[in-house]
């Protein structure tokens, strides 16, 4: 139950962030706003406030702002958006991918300075065992270290994982210290399709680091920087071949909500913090549709010094929509076959 609301609120405040950002700024230049509304589908909650229409609708997985003026051929509206400067037009547009990174600094500080950051000493010491797995049912228990993994001494946790991946599903036998005496457990690894690979159920020591409010304030801000230079790393190395092209679609992005629900609340903030990254860089991406394809427009509409056709206009958006259903199958195919569904 916990995951599943999870995942609405997840992208529930990814989305209101997004739109929020394109409403205010909408308001801010005079624009007129028809509706803002999170979710697609039929309305669950609607209120009207002066000329702006509130809604909450069925499926949370999107959000919009119905801007007047937005298609040339159909402005009534003498406070329509194509009737805005090319400076206001930008501002609303870029406003809500600006917002996917303003989110993120919130959710971090409150994860990092109530929660702390763990710390990974590469110790040999077991934090965490599944009670679902082969090492529980083998009585190995939290805070047994190890000493050696089929007679073979392992003094790191990186070393013990090492020599148990070599092992694949044979058995193993390991020697731990418990209380100061030395104990032997055969464990039987068990493989899990969601890991790819035999695991035995557990997880190293973790320490937790409070860094305070100066810190977890300074953090909260490098910490998404970092973040999105790798997003963008993986892109490029997508793009020139160098990686595979491997796309988490809204499938793959809600069962990964569901499992780090299940961690806690802190893991759970800097998942949504790193998602809203995510939608924040793609979202700019020039392509017709998104965010950033609007920027492209605007921008040509500039230098012509005339707004496209309306015609023009459907037909960016109807390439754009072909483009992005292409990749939505392509992530879903890839999603399905990552959570092995028909095996």
Same mark, same amino acid.
């Given at each position: 139950?916990?995951?599943?609301?999870?995942?609405?609120?997840?992208?529930?405040?990814?989305?209101?962030?997004?739109?929020?950002?394109?409403?205010?700024?909408?308001?801010?230049?005079?624009?007129?706003?028809?509706?803002?509304?999170?979710?697609?589908?039929?309305?669950?909650?609607?209120?009207?406030?002066?000329?702006?229409?509130?809604?909450?609708?069925?499926?949370?997985?999107?959000?919009?702002? @119905?801007?007047?003026?937005?298609?040339?051929?159909?402005?009534?509206?003498?406070?329509? =958006?194509?009737?805005?400067?090319?400076?206001?037009?930008?501002?609303?547009?870029?406003?809500?991918?600006?917002?996917?990174?303003?989110?993120?600094?919130?959710?971090?500080?409150?994860?990092?300075?109530?929660?702390?950051?763990?710390?990974?000493?590469? @110790?040999?010491?077991?934090?965490?065992?599944?009670?679902?797995?082969?090492?529980?049912?083998?009585?190995?228990?939290?805070?047994?270290?190890?000493?050696?993994?089929?007679?073979?001494?392992?003094?790191?946790?990186?070393? =013990?994982?090492?020599?148990?991946?070599?092992?694949?599903?044979?058995?193993?036998?390991?020697?731990?210290?418990?209380?100061?005496?030395?104990?032997?457990?055969?464990?039987?690894?068990?493989?899990?399709?969601?890991?790819?690979?035999? +695991?035995?159920?557990?997880?190293?020591?973790?320490?937790?680091?409070?860094?305070?409010?100066?810190?977890?304030?300074?953090?909260?801000?490098?910490?998404?920087?970092?973040?999105?230079?790798?997003?963008?790393?993986? =892109?490029?190395?997508?793009?020139?071949?160098?990686?595979?092209?491997?796309?988490?679609?809204?499938?793959?992005?809600?069962?990964?909500?569901?499992?780090?629900?299940?961690?806690?609340?802190?893991?759970?903030?800097?998942?949504?913090?790193?998602?809203?990254?995510?939608?924040?860089?793609?979202?700019?991406?020039?392509?017709?549709?998104?965010?950033?394809?609007?920027?492209?427009? +605007?921008?040509?509409?500039?230098?012509?010094?005339?707004?496209?056709?309306?015609?023009?206009?459907? @037909? +960016?958006?109807?390439?754009?929509?072909?483009?992005?259903?292409?990749?939505?199958?392509?992530?879903? +195919?890839?999603?399905?076959?990552?959570?092995?569904?028909?095996?």
């Amino acid at each position: 139950m916990f995951s599943t609301i999870a995942v609405v609120l997840v992208f529930g405040i990814l989305v209101f962030f997004h739109e929020l950002g394109h409403f205010f700024t909408a308001k801010l230049t005079g624009m007129q706003v028809d509706e803002f509304a999170i979710g697609f589908g039929p309305k669950l909650i609607s209120f009207t406030r002066g000329e702006t229409r509130y809604s909450l609708r069925l499926i949370p997985l999107g959000g919009y702002n @119905k801007i007047a003026g937005m298609d040339p051929d159909d402005n009534v509206s003498a406070r329509g =958006f194509c009737t805005k400067p090319t400076w206001a037009k930008l501002l609303v547009i870029v406003t809500g991918s600006l917002m996917n990174f303003v989110l993120p600094v919130l959710l971090l500080f409150i994860a990092f300075f109530a929660f702390g950051i763990p710390q990974f000493h590469d @110790k040999p010491i077991i934090g965490s065992v599944d009670g679902q797995k082969a090492a529980y049912h083998a009585g190995i228990n939290v805070g047994d270290r190890i000493i050696a993994i089929n007679g073979k001494n392992v003094a790191t946790w990186t070393e =013990f994982t090492e020599t148990l991946k070599t092992n694949g599903s044979k058995n193993v036998k390991l020697m731990v210290e418990r209380s100061g005496k030395p104990l032997a457990i055969d464990v039987a690894p068990q493989f899990d399709s969601k890991a790819g690979k035999p +695991i035995i159920g557990v997880s190293p020591k973790v320490d937790i680091e409070y860094p305070g409010l100066i810190k977890s304030a300074q953090l909260s801000v490098t910490t998404p920087i970092e973040v999105a230079g790798l997003i963008l790393d993986g =892109f490029y190395q997508m793009i020139t071949g160098k990686m595979p092209a491997d796309l988490a679609g809204p499938i793959g992005v809600i069962d990964m909500t569901n499992q780090v629900a299940k961690t806690g609340i802190a893991a759970l903030l800097q998942f949504t913090a790193f998602l809203s990254i995510n939608l924040g860089i793609i979202n700019l991406l020039p392509l017709p549709a998104l965010d950033g394809g609007h920027i492209i427009v +605007i921008l040509i509409e500039a230098v012509r010094r005339k707004p496209l056709s309306g015609s023009v206009l459907k @037909k +960016i958006q109807i390439v754009g929509f072909a483009l992005l259903m292409t990749l939505f199958l392509y992530a879903t +195919i890839q999603d399905v076959a990552r959570m092995n569904i028909f095996n």
